[in-house]
């Protein structure tokens, strides 16, 4: 039953006393201070540069991949969903492995069930990802690794329809793997010949399966190393689910991301937001940074990719989850997205 409001607002019989009438009065003198000091707050933010960006982006929305998560050793993927959703997130980008929620030893009512459970908490799935394309090749020269991997890419398109996922990121070859100690270096035409072969084959049930195969952009592996080579080998398959994904980050150690945004244009169907910061010398997947502590241009970066109408998720991708408190990071993430696409 609601109360009413508090007894000096109900008039008695004889009037309020001259106290009363003051300190209602002085009541709502505060209130008001307080709503537009909040107002006046708001607006300064969105006009102060230094605090977040002067233009607001709303058709941009956040994400965050599941890497930057205690998940699976600390945190359960109902409780990441719900601290994405809880911090202010559209969505989350998920990964598939070989022993976690998404994995070979899922089927379709495993993953029905992560479907209603991000329903139920109300968080979007953003698109998936995977480390074992380094693992397994596109374009190794062991032809097992070659075929396990064209067999994992294949599975991860069929977990990404059971979920209701459209957007499915692949790397499609690599010439080199520095940060792995079992990848034999690859020729750039013979690498360029399977990465073509393999996608190609994917596309077909990429297709019957309504997903699209996203390219990522990598540099490190030494494969399609210009946004010209990223747009040809695109392009080659005339095929409408066949795009890129963009990274950010993975061009940012001799290449400006502002710079590729334009030639790839309507291309690009997903995009990872990763931080480099260039004064570092550790060139691993250590070299990647929070968000907003680095060296890539955000205001840049951001009006690229509004200026050629991309209107889809923002992923921040990030491999360490914070030992201690790893709940910070993800409420720290949100709110430098939020002063990247000017949200009060």
Request: net charge negative.
């Amino acid at each position: 039953m609601n109360p009413g409001p508090p007894e000096f607002l109900h008039p008695r019989p004889g009037g309020l006393s001259r106290r009363e009438l003051l300190g209602a009065s002085a009541i709502a003198s505060a209130v008001g201070g307080i709503a537009a000091g909040s107002a006046a707050a708001q607006t300064a933010m969105a006009t102060d540069e230094r605090r977040a960006s002067p233009k607001a982006y709303p058709k941009l929305k956040k994400s965050i991949n599941l890497w930057a998560f205690p998940y699976p050793e600390k945190m359960s993927l109902r409780e990441c969903l719900q601290l994405a959703k809880d911090a202010g997130f559209d969505g989350v980008e998920l990964n598939y492995d070989l022993e976690n929620d998404l994995s070979p030893k899922s089927g379709p009512a495993e993953y029905a069930a992560i479907r209603k459970m991000a329903d139920e908490i109300g968080i979007a799935i953003s698109g998936l990802c995977s480390f074992l394309f380094w693992p397994y090749p596109l374009t190794s020269n062991d032809p097992a690794k070659r075929e396990r991997g064209l067999e994992l890419a294949g599975m991860i398109a069929r977990a990404a329809s059971e979920l209701g996922v459209e957007d499915v990121l692949v790397v499609p070859g690599a010439v080199t793997i520095p940060w792995r100690d079992d990848h034999e270096p690859v020729p750039n035409s013979v690498c360029d010949a399977r990465a073509r072969e393999a996608v190609g084959k994917l596309l077909g049930d990429a297709e019957r399966l309504g997903v699209n195969l996203n390219m990522e952009n990598i540099f490190f592996n030494g494969y399609l190393m210009t946004p010209a080579e990223m747009n040809a080998f695109v392009d080659s398959f005339g095929h409408e689910r066949c795009h890129i994904h963009f990274d950010t980050g993975n061009i940012m150690q001799y290449q400006q991301p502002e710079h590729w945004i334009p030639e790839l244009g309507g291309r690009i169907r997903n995009v990872h937001l990763k931080e480099f910061h260039r004064a570092g010398t550790d060139h691993s997947l250590e070299c990647f940074r929070p968000l907003l502590d680095g060296s890539v241009d955000w205001p840049a970066v951001v009006g690229a990719l509004d200026a050629v109408g991309y209107e889809g998720y923002l992923t921040f991708e990030y491999f360490r989850p914070w030992r201690h408190y790893p709940e910070a990071l993800v409420h720290q993430t949100s709110d430098a997205l939020d002063r990247m696409l000017g949200r009060g």
